[in-house]
């Protein structure tokens, strides 16, 4: 089996619900599963440290998922139009795989979160595009052959998916937000299968 790894930060589980969906998209694929690992918060006190495994939900990420992976769905709620500081606190510190050229060539997308609907959505999406293509990863939207894309009134871009949580973030996920999701899964796994085929032979490193 070859793994793509489902990375995300939630605080209230709308991020996380969008993971498990992706990651079903995901094990649709012949061959192919999902790694499902979330990042700890970070505080004031930035040097503390977590447990290494949670009290409930996903495991914490190690810079190895990464390594190990055959591909990468990255999600985060908006921050002020951004990714969230946990994810970009992990991903700060995986220095060691770009030296060694370890996510080059495998493809990626990107799904978020936000409290309202022009809250920054695609400006997320790409705050989460920028380092995996310093890693020289394969990024990937979702084309509009995914009707959903037409017909949505709530999330779900070109960009990647995403869902509209409400100000109190509780809005449960729509039909189309959770089938782009869905989509969005098995055509990263598709394109993993093909990028990092399980021979090693990785063609686009
Ligand atoms: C510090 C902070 C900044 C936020 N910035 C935005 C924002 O710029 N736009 C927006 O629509 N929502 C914003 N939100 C709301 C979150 O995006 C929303 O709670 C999130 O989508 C819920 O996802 P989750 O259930 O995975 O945590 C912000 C929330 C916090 C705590």
């Given amino acids: 089996m070859s793994e793509v790894l489902v ?29 499902i690992r979330t990042v700890p918060s970070v505080s004031t006190v930035c040097e503390a440290t977590a447990d290494s495994i949670p009290d409930q939900g996903a495991p914490y990420v190690t810079v190895e998922d ?41 493809p990626a ?46 999330g779900g871009t070109p960009y990647g998916s995403s869902h509209l949580a409400g100000t109190d973030s509780k809005l449960t996920l729509t039909d189309d937000e959770k089938n782009l999701c869905k989509q969005q899964g098995r055509r990263l796994a598709l394109a993993a299968s093909l990028l990092c085929p399980t021979d090693g032979s990785r063609p686009l490193k």
Avoid at 87 to 97: A, E, R, V
Wanted: aromatic share 8%; proline share 3%; with cysteine.
């Fill in 66 to 106: 990464l390594h190990d992976c055959s591909g990468i769905a990255l999600g985060s709620p908006t921050r002020f139009g951004n990714m969230a500081a946990p994810l970009k606190y992990f991903i700060d510190s995986t220095s060691s795989l770009w030296l060694s050229g370890s996510l080059c060539g495998k």
């Fill in 7 to 35: 990375l995300y930060y939630s605080r209230y589980g709308a991020t996380a619900e969008m993971a498990q969906l992706i990651a079903r998209g995901i094990d649709e694929v012949d061959g192919m599963q999902a790694r």
């Fill in 109 to 154: 997308s990107v799904f978020t979160s936000t409290s309202s609907m022009h809250g920054g959505q695609e400006t997320t999406l790409i705050s989460m595009m920028l380092p995996l293509l310093h890693h020289g990863m394969i990024m990937m939207g979702i084309p509009y052959s995914s009707t959903e894309l037409l017909s949505t009134q709530s």
